[in-house]
């Protein structure tokens, strides 16, 4: 790709002159219509050391509403960022609906940089390319328009830039020994950059080369490949919104059985523990998992523990028992509700990702980002293509989340028709109780078919080696703490064996 790019290109001081101010208004124009439309737009810019990147973003953001936007430079991974997932810093950057992100410098980073450095192996290329695309193809999904220019100049320039910074004292200190190495080894750099553009060049969030010898060539050509993908994603999403609104609302078919076999019906709800045995066993994990908590600590290993199940399903019981003798300082139960606003404004995973937590830590989510193929579903949140996709993005999401380290469980917390009901009367009976039965509990329950069809597909395609879902046969709360502790101390001591 690179060699085919034409670098002797310039525009001569008139001519730029003669169209800026047209681009200049017209961008400014498209970021209030993007931003009207609710249009999450990232800028991506990536290129060669000393291209530049920061001169053009400087010049780009001129014609923008400054309120409108947030410029991220991607420098070196932070303490805190190298104790998360690679990910974990981009997803907790991506743009509200109508609002812009300028990524200088972005996530391939690990796939240029960090690699010419040897810090990202070769075995470790594919599963990032993997995670690249992933990450990309979701947002652009969700409705982000994804921009990325790479800023191209050729060694002989790059050096004469280089020289040029380093006889300034004010900006020597913007040339790296880095810098330095990749220009005395630049044919080997291009050639990974050659690699990066072919694998991550995509329909959903394509490449554009952008020649930047010349400096006001780059700058028109940056402003009409902005606006190009500001106008075309405007038409799309004007186009799709009256697509919606002739089809009307979707309907799901509550006939509809996509799966022939059902993974809950095979659960044993007749399981149980007397009050002696649970004692006796809760009490001999607990001692096990306070002790675990602080090896994932000392080892620095992120433990990430997803609970679903039926209302009543004993979830809230769950958790309590298995963090009782842990450290609080090490672990964060994080309670989720209806969406509110702000994360209305994001993609769905956005609120998650920016919950996980970091080496050595544990975060426990009760109810997790199965709503999507479960609640957003069958009450109609969302439309049948965003869950039917969610599968491959949660499979997706959880597996950066295992390649970075982390151990992943989620738990089906399951219990049948006639003990919901007696734990919901019960509830109603207690007034100490009264507050966690609500009128939208009961009405659920006329839905519990649908709900189950959903649980059972999800289930099949989410459940993972590296995050698995496990069933508890909830009926008897003393059996199901108990399962849910011993299943969490056996996988940790599993990884320490292994460690």
Request: proline share 3%.
């Amino acid at each position: 790709m690179l060699e085919k790019v034409d670098l002797t290109k310039k525009v001569s001081k008139e001519e730029y002159k003669e169209k800026m101010p047209v681009l200049e208004a017209k961008l400014g124009r498209l970021q209030r219509e993007c931003k009207a439309l609710g249009i999450p737009i990232m800028i991506v810019f990536e290129g060669f050391g000393a291209a530049g990147k920061g001169l053009q973003i400087g010049r780009l953001i001129q014609s923008m509403d400054p309120r409108g936007f947030e410029v991220y430079p991607i420098k070196n991974e932070t303490e805190e960022e190298q104790m998360h997932p690679f990910m974990w810093r981009f997803w907790t950057k991506t743009p509200a609906k109508g609002r812009i992100v300028i990524f200088d410098g972005s996530w391939y980073r690990k796939v240029l940089i960090d690699r010419f450095e040897k810090r990202t192996k070769n075995k470790d290329l594919p599963d990032a390319f993997h995670s690249i695309n992933s990450f990309e193809e979701q947002l652009a999904e969700d409705g982000n328009l994804i921009i990325k220019l790479f800023l191209d100049i050729d060694k002989k320039e790059q050096k004469k830039r280089f020289e040029k910074l380093e006889k300034n004292k004010e900006t020597a200190w913007r040339v790296t020994q880095g810098d330095k190495e990749r220009n005395a080894r630049y044919s080997e750099y291009a050639a990974m950059m050659e690699d990066m553009l072919f694998k991550t060049d995509t329909d959903y969030a394509p490449w554009t080369i952008i020649e930047s010898m010349d400096k006001r060539f780059a700058t028109l050509k940056i402003y009409t490949s902005v606006i190009k993908a500001m106008e075309e994603q405007i038409e799309k999403v004007g186009r799709e919104k009256a697509e919606q609104k002739q089809k009307g609302a979707p309907q799901m078919d509550a006939d509809m059985r996509e799966l022939q076999v059902s993974i809950l019906s095979k659960a044993d709800l007749s399981l149980s523990y007397t009050r002696e045995e649970y004692k006796e066993k809760l009490d001999k994990l607990q001692k096990k998992m306070e002790k675990l908590h602080g090896e994932l600590y000392r080892r620095r290993i992120p433990l990430v523990l997803g609970f679903e199940g039926w209302d009543a399903g004993g979830k809230g019981g769950a958790i309590k028992r298995l963090t009782e003798r842990m450290d609080p300082r090490g672990y964060v139960v994080n309670p989720t509700a209806s969406p509110n606003d702000i994360e209305k404004a994001h993609h769905y995973l956005w609120r998650f990702w920016r919950a996980m937590p970091k080496d050595g830590h544990v975060a426990i989510f009760d109810r997790t980002w199965y709503g999507r193929v479960m609640v957003e579903r069958i009450e109609g949140f969302c439309t049948t293509e965003e869950w039917k996709r969610a599968y491959k993005e949660i499979n997706d999401m959880e597996k950066d989340l295992s390649d970075a380290g982390a151990i992943v469980i989620k738990f089906w917390m399951h219990i049948d028709k006639d003990e919901q009901e007696r734990r919901f009367t019960e509830r109603q009976q207690n007034p100490e109780k009264q507050w966690k039965i609500t009128d939208e509990d009961w009405r659920n329950r006329e839905k519990w078919d649908l709900y189950e069809d959903a649980v059972n597909e999800m289930l099949m395609r989410t459940s993972t080696d590296y995050a698995p879902w496990v069933v508890v046969e909830g009926n008897d709360k003393y059996y199901a703490r108990v399962k849910v502790l011993k299943t969490v101390v056996d996988a940790i001591e599993k990884r320490l064996k292994e460690e």
